[in-house]
């Protein structure tokens, strides 16, 4: 039997829309681009939201690891 690694499930979430929670609420959505092993993450085309309201675009955003709580599938 496989085992999964959490960094797999990323893995496969690449190219595909995710919402990245952060300390304090807020949210970014968008394309995941590409992560690394700190869970540092890089969005394309993404947004922020706030009370899952549209806040702004920001396009390609840089977001550290130590300031995410959970990343899921849009």
Known sequence: ???SRPLDAL????GK???VELKGGRQFVGSLNAFDIHV???LNEAE????????RKVGTV???GDT?????PE
């Open 1 to 3: 039997m496989e085992q």
């Open 11 to 14: 893995n496969k979430s690449k």
């Open 17 to 19: 829309r995710v919402v």
């Open 40 to 42: 540092n993450v890089v």
């Open 48 to 55: 922020e939201r706030e009370n899952n309201e549209l806040k």
């Open 62 to 64: 840089f977001i550290r």
């Open 68 to 72: 995410i709580t959970v990343i899921f």
